[in-house]
C-alpha cells in the first residue's frame, strides 16, 4: 500500500503542475476507480477523438 501512495503523490504533483484533476472514489467490495484529467495541447489531433479514456485493471502480480 506505501508504493501506492507515493505512486498517488507523484501523479497529483505532476497534474498539479499541469492544471490537472484527480478523482478517486471507492466501494467496499466493489473496488477503487481513479480518473485522471489534464488537457493536452491540440497538435496532429486530425482524425481523433480530443478526449480519450484509459481503462486500467488491478493485476494481483507481484
Do not use: C, H, P
Not at 495541447?41 to 480530443?50: F, M, V
Amino acid at each position: 500500500m506505501e508504493e501506492q501512495v507515493y505512486g498517488l503523490s507523484i501523479v497529483k504533483e505532476i497534474l498539479d503542475k499541469n492544471n490537472g484533476k484527480i478523482d478517486i472514489s471507492s466501494e467496499l467490495g466493489k473496488g477503487t476507480e481513479v480518473i485522471i484529467r489534464f488537457n493536452i495541447k491540440e497538435a496532429n489531433l486530425e482524425g481523433r477523438n480530443s478526449r480519450q479514456t484509459l481503462k486500467l485493471k488491478k493485476s494481483n502480480k507481484k
